[in-house]
C-alpha cells in the first residue's frame, strides 16, 4: 500500500473532515480525496462514510486506522535510522514526556547532552498520558509504569522511583502526624492521578489498598509536590528522591512508611526500527548515567 494514501486517509479520521485533512497536510483537498478513493479501493471496502454531519469512519476504517498508526510509525522511523547509521549524534530529538517531571533533575540532564552533544537539539512535549499520545512525530517516549505503547517499540527503565505520602513539618506541627490508616481521614490528601489509575485508591506494602477522599487531585507530579512544601496537606506522589533546591533538609517528612507505598519504574522507549540510532543510543546512555549518579548521592 501507498504510505501517502495511509497519511490522508489517517488525516481524514482525525481532523473529521478532507477539507481540515487537506489544511493539516497542506496538500489539495482533490489530491487528498483521491488517496483515499485509492486506499478503499484497495481495500475493497468503504472506510469512511460521508453524512450529513461530516465523515463517519466505517468499522473496517477503525481497524485500518488503527493498524496505519504504527505502519507509518514504523515507516518514519525505519527512514531515519537508515538516513543517521554511522553518524555522530545530531539534528532533533523529539521527545514526549509524562507532566510534572522535576526540573531540577531534567535541567542538569539537559546540560549535560549538549555538553557531550552539541549538535544535538531536544524537542520537549509533556503530556499527562503520553502513551496514548499521538506517536508519529516522537523519537522518544518517557512514561511512568510498564505499560508502554503499543506497536513495535523498546521499552528501558532508567529509574525506580518510590510512591508514599510526604507532608512537610510544619503541616505536621499544625495538624498532628497520623499514626494509622485510619488516621488519614482527618487530613487534606492532595493525590497524584496516573493514567488509568484510581487516585482515590492507595497502595499498601502488603498489597492492599485503602480508599480515601482526596481534596486535590492532579497528574503533575511536580505541581503536587510544590502543595505539599507548601504545607497544603499530605501528598502521594512519585518520589525521586531528589533534594529540592532551595528547600532545607528534613521539611519533607514520609508519613506511614511502613503501611502506604510501592514502587514505579520510569521508562523510556523508542521505536524499534530506530534502535541503532546513534542519537538515541546517546541519550538513552546519558539518562543511564545520571540516573546512576543521582542514586548514588542519594544512597540508594
Known sequence: MDLEEFRAFL????????????????????????????????????????????????????????????????????????????REPVGVLRVLMPMGLPPHALTPLFAALREAFPRLSLQLR????????????????VHFGPEGPEGPWL?????????WLLASSAYLERRGTPKTLEDLAGHELLAWAPPGEDP???????????????????????????MVLAGHGIGFV???????PGVPEGLL?????ELVGRQRGLHV????????????????????????????????
Open 200 to 226: 482515590r485508591v492507595l497502595p499498601t506494602l502488603t498489597g492492599e489498598s485503602i480508599e480515601v477522599e482526596p481534596t486535590l487531585v492532579s497528574a503533575d507530579v511536580h505541581c503536587l509536590r510544590q
Open 238 to 244: 512519585p518520589d525521586a528522591l531528589l533534594p529540592d
Open 11 to 86: 488525516g481524514v479520521v482525525e481532523t473529521g473532515s478532507f477539507l481540515a485533512a487537506a489544511t493539516s497536510l497542506n496538500m489539495a483537498r482533490a489530491t487528498l480525496r483521491r488517496r483515499v478513493e485509492a486506499l478503499e479501493a484497495r481495500a475493497g471496502v468503504p472506510l469512511l462514510e460521508r453524512s450529513a454531519r461530516g465523515v463517519v469512519v466505517t468499522e473496517a476504517g477503525a481497524v485500518l486506522a488503527a493498524r496505519g498508526r504504527h505502519v507509518l510509525q514504523e515507516a518514519s522511523a525505519l527512514v531515519a535510522s537508515v538516513r543517521e547509521i554511522g
Open 253 to 257: 517528612v514520609p508519613v506511614l512508611p
Open 126 to 141: 509533556f503530556s499527562e498520558d503520553p502513551v496514548q499520545g499521538a506517536l508519529e512525530d516522537v523519537d522518544l517516549l
Open 155 to 163: 521499552s528501558h527503565e532508567v529509574w525506580r522511583l518510590r510512591e
Open 269 to 300: 522507549v523508542f521505536p524499534a526500527a530506530q534502535a541503532g540510532l546513534p542519537k538515541l543510543r546517546a541519550i538513552l546512555q546519558h539518562v543511564r548515567a545520571f540516573a546512576e549518579r543521582s542514586a548514588a548521592l542519594r544512597g540508594g
